[in-house]
């Protein structure tokens, strides 16, 4: 990524003509094919080896040829593991949890740390990067709010024909016992120690967190 | 699922991460999916030709030859590679179909045997991508219907079967219906048409005249006065052939009264009518007049061709199509007769002895001159009649002339378009229930896995090989990442039909506020119940109950050892689990507004050995595959809300 942008970017100061510069920002934008850094970089920053790198990329580049995933793309893909309800929410906020950047698009390489953090990370990265996911607005705290509109999104992608019938109230329930357990102090915001403590507390959640050791 | 939707399938169950904090039951283990041999090169031989590919691209799609195990029925071992015995070039197509997700169909190749290399391989003809579907279907259909004419050629010798046993009414019509069945048939069929032929011949001769011998000076005469028996013996003749086929034909329809409001027998009658007319109506000056106009209808026996002839019938069906387009024609064109006739007669009015004495007398100048006829009977004589009769031609010939090419495309165009309406309509469905067959596929496939016993850890020997159904590996965690959404939310994934059955019985009031013990209820034997509902009736067993193990007491047990204290429940011998289904109720969830059924299944005192293993899930797991192994044979089904408690 450093030697593309790099390139790209000397190329523009270069020639910096104040009645051409949108053009070219334009042309840029539409051929923008985004390449990762070398296997080695990417090996020593993520937790995979080379092999299972290249497994990744080849199924990104498939299907992302021009090597950046944007939100569109991602919800599409998304909902096709979700065919009963709707994933759309739910992929919007793990998309701007994947983007870490804020860019609008996920390159291979955001991609790539985050599965490495949640697939081969500790469990506080784990921890981390979830309390991440809920704070939609990347504020350090999670309020009630925020809480509520993640949990509707992933009562969203249960659909419509649940066993039992989901309810109007359901998400706000799972949100009051979730802050039950979440907020120490009870004042209305979990913030990142509290929730990292709580969840160390929780063997349910310590145990799951173990699931997805083998997905690779 | 879409070719590149499996490779990120590992993204989506890593995303599942975000989801357990909110859990409030303990998430399903993960598969143990074999340790993959990480992805190799595999070569493809067709005939000679060798194709190298990853394994995961053809492992994208499952379902068919190369994704599944069948390929394995064409490795050669010796050489270490695929051999089939195919088309390479058309194998070109399968091959980019599993790395593209699109499958393009060849234009040059004949599409028979692409449908066949197609059929080998497992790949559905609906595969084919958009961009060459039309096409595709197009050639097909052409081929079909080619087939189709040859064998219908084929049969015209044979004619169609009749069923043994048909009644009288049923040859008469099929004779009726296909003269060229039977030789009687055929013999019926040639001799009303040579009687038609007569009838109208003797209805154009007996107007001719003759030259009357018998007196001087010869008086001319139509033949019809000269010689009125003879036509008279004619005319009845005819007319008596009509009305024994009219009756026979009436008398073997299927439908008599669509029959009779069909058009055929509509001119049949109107051919036939008139003599019965003439005959009960006496030789009477005053109803004569009327009789002789009736006597124009018998021409209308010419129409009775159209059973004779195949044209015919297409050029009536040519103009009923294009009726619209007639009508406005006709419509076009009367608007013009009007404007100049009416110019016509103003124009011409200060003339004396003209021939334009009125509005509607100039509408016969006006046809004439607009059809370009110009017989001259009517002429305008002054300047202003003249200028406007010059441009009445001009016009008319725009007119008359327009329309006429735009109804012969219409007409081609309508016959098209309704060819492809039809195929439209029905590629539409096609595609629809492509679609929607695609998602209650994976919606069902995870129903019907639920239903067959659940998700359970593969690691319980091979007892479960025989009867689990085979699943992919992508199957299996996809699976499982759903079963993970559902106990992250406490509620299932279900169909319509049990949907609205749970929500009649939400509206009944009577389900959710079943109590629930909060407090800790003993998990063992007590809790383990085993009714010998039905199948069907395990709707009203549900009940809620919270197992010790909950959340609120803050601490899980260890999987392995409640596999223990689910070892001492109620004897159960092993048959007695073929019969029925055990409901125990476990929820770990804390709220009780979810009415959940789950059903554990007590495990048979003749596993403990099994017991032992770490590594299971839990006994819920291993008992469930005994209970299914002691049930080879029969369908495993079990209700759907059927789900292994994991604790």
Known sequence: ?????????????????????????????????????????????????????????????????????????????????????????????????????QTGSVKFEDFVTALSILLRGTVHEKLRWTFNLYDINKDGYINKEEMIDIVKAIYDMMGKYTYPVLK????????????????????????????????????????????????? | MAAGVATWLPFARAAAVGWLPLAQQPLPPAPGVKASRGDEILVV???????????????????????????????????????????????????????????????????????????FYGLVPELVGDCCLEEYRDRKKENAERLAEDEEAEQAGDGPALPAGSSLR??????????????????????????????????VVETIPCRGSARRPPKEQPCGDRFPQAFFCMDTACVLIFTGEYLLRLFAAPSRCRFLRSVMSLIDVV???PYYIGLFVTKNDDVSGAFVTLRVFRVFRIFKFSRHSQGLRILGYTLKSCASELGFLLFSLTMAIIIFATVMFYAEKGTNKTNFTSIPAAFWYTIVTMTTLGYGDMVPSTIAGKIFGSI?????????????????????????????????????????????LA????????????????????????????????????????HHLLHCLEKTTCHEFTDELTFSEALGAVSLGGRTSRSTSVSSQQMGPGSLLSSCCPRRAKRRAIRLANSTASVSRGSMQELDTLAGLQRSPAPQSRSSLNAKPHDS???NCDSRDFVAAIISIPTPPANTPEESQPSSPGGGGRVSSTLRNSRLGTPCVLPETVKISSL
């Open chain 2, 392 to 436: 009445c031609s001009l016009s008319g010939v725009l007119v008359i002339a327009l329309p006429v090419p735009v109804i012969v495309s219409n007409f081609s165009r309508i016959y098209h378009q309704n060819q492809r309406a039809d195929k439209r309509r029905a590629q539409q469905k096609v595609r629809l229930a492509r679609i929607r």
């Open chain 1, 1 to 101: 990524m450093g030697a593309v942008m790099g390139t790209f970017s000397s190329l523009q100061t270069k020639q910096r003509r104040p009645s051409k510069d949108k053009i070219e920002d334009e042309l840029e934008m539409t051929i923008v094919c985004h390449r990762p850094e070398g296997l080695e970089q990417l090996e020593a920053q993520t937790n995979f080896t080379k092999r299972e790198l290249q497994v990744l990329y080849r199924g990104f580049k498939n299907e992302c040829p021009s090597g950046v995933v944007n939100e569109e793309t991602f919800k599409q893909i998304y909902a096709q593991f979700f065919p009963h309800g709707d994933a759309s929410t739910y992929a919007h906020y793990l998309f701007n949890a994947f983007d870490t950047t």
């Open chain 2, 170 to 203: 049923q040859r008469l019509w099929r004779a009726f219906e296909n003269p060229h069945t039977s030789t009687a048939a055929l013999v019926f069929y040639y001799v009303t048409g040579f009687f038609i032929a007569v009838s109208v011949i003797a209805n």
């Open chain 2, 45 to 119: 031989n067709v005939s000679g030709r060798r194709f190298e590919t990853w394994k995961n691209t053809l492992d994208r799609y499952p379902d068919t030859l190369l994704g599944s195990s069948e390929k394995e029925f064409f490795y050669d071992a010796d050489s270490g590679e695929y051999f089939f015995d195919r088309d390479p070039d058309m194998f070109r197509h399968v091959l980019n179909f599993y790395r593209t997700g699109r499958l393009h169909c060849p234009r040059q190749e004949c599409i028979q045997a692409f449908d066949e290399e197609l059929a």
């Open chain 2, 439 to 478: 998602k209650s596929g994976t919606t069902n496939a995870f129903l019907q896995y639920k239903q067959n016993g659940g998700l359970e850890d593969s690691g319980s020997g091979e007892e479960q090989v025989l009867c689990v159904r085979n699943r992919s590996a992508f199957e299996q965690q996809h």
């Open chain 2, 585 to 587: 109720l476990d929820l």
């Open chain 1, 168 to 216: 109007e109230d359901t998400p706000r329930q799972h949100v009051d016992v979730f802050f039950q357990k979440m907020d120490k102090n009870k004042d209305g915001i979990v913030t990142l120690d509290e929730f990292l403590e709580s969840c160390q507390e929780d063997d349910n959640i310590m145990r799951s967190l173990q699931l997805f050791q083998n997905v690779m």
């Open chain 2, 271 to 273: 051919a036939i009518l």
